[in-house]
């Protein structure tokens, strides 16, 4: 009897151990913990494990350190992290409407992109992949994109004959082929010994990446071009989230939308703050694009908006540019 005592209390024991447990939850990322991203991450982190303290545990993986951009959607759905923020550009194979985000010169600025993604058109976007098992959270920018190169990029000719690193998007190879640039779709982590080693000739970055990731060391011009958005969605595995408890699944949503808007404003803090330490190291020259010169930009650039507009929507193309004012 004894030892039918004994050997409850420890079964009891080990039962409430593993209750106790929290449910570890993982974060992974390729940027650095400075950036907008990185920082709105561990925003995340904080507020998760104080709004859910002792049930959930935050693991937050900057840099490619757990998945590379290559892998993390594959990673996610196959349930080896729970939340992981892909450029919108990653998504063609999920959805062609995200390619909207992608078409040059199509925001005047990032206020213009925040309307439309709060928006019924731009929210509706966050369930777009909900039957791949994609669900979206929110998006979170990093900022407008600047073009960059060894040479000065004042006019479209200008670009003619040089190789871009892109991510994989169709529209973004669309984008640089119609100046006559050569596209050349490579991982964010190759891209420094990329642009270092000449395997490509340029990029086009936020300057929050511009910055932390030292591109401006490597690169001799870097234009005010203000061309795109790079702007991210936070995502989770569709089954696994709606499987979460209801409190669990409202805390992290919580908190999500919290670090979200952390996460935004130091963006939009920021971008003017990476561009101005770019101009303190004084290793790469930073170009004025005046209105003439992105008025023959846009027109150069134009029409991929035309190209792919079956494949997004006229509506929404349309609807993005009634956020412009």
Known sequence: ???????????????????????????????????????????FKELVEAKLAGKVEVQVFPNSQLFGDGKELEALLLGDVQFIAPSLAKFGKYTKQLQVFDLPFLFDDIAAVDRFQ????????????????????????????????????????????????????DVLEAQFKSVGGNPQKLAFAEVYQALQTGVVDGTENPWSNI??????????????????????MVITNTGWW?????????????????SIAYGNKV?????????????????????????????????????????????IG???????????M
């Open 267 to 311: 963006a939009f803090i920021e971008a003017a703050n990476y561009r101005d330490k770019v101009l303190a190291a004084k290793k790469a020259e930073v170009l004025p694009m005046s209105k003439a010169d992105t008025a023959k930009w846009r027109a150069a650039m134009k029409p991929v908006w035309k190209r792919f507009e079956d494949e």
């Open 118 to 169: 709060a928006s019924a058109a731009g929210q509706k976007l966050l369930s777009s992949m909900e039957k791949k098992g994609i669900t979206g959270l929110g998006y979170l920018h990093n900022g407008m994109k600047q073009l960059s190169a060894n040479k000065p990029l004042n006019v479209p000719a200008d670009a003619a004959g040089l190789k871009f690193r892109i991510q994989p998007s």
């Open 1 to 43: 009897m004894k030892l039918k005592l004994i050997l409850a209390s420890t079964l009891l024991a080990f039962g409430a151990a593993v209750h106790a447990a929290p449910m570890v939850i993982k974060y992974s990322h390729v940027v650095a913990d400075m950036t907008p991203k990185g920082q709105a991450a561990l925003k």
């Open 242 to 258: 709606t499987g979460l408890p209801a409190d669990v699944r409202a805390g992290l949503k919580e908190a999500m939308n919290e």
């Open 314 to 324: 006229k509506d929404l193309i349309k609807a993005a540019q009634g956020a412009n």
């Open 211 to 232: 910055y932390s990731k030292k591109f401006f060391e490597v690169q001799k011009y870097i234009m005010d071009s203000n061309h795109g958005v790079l702007d991210y």
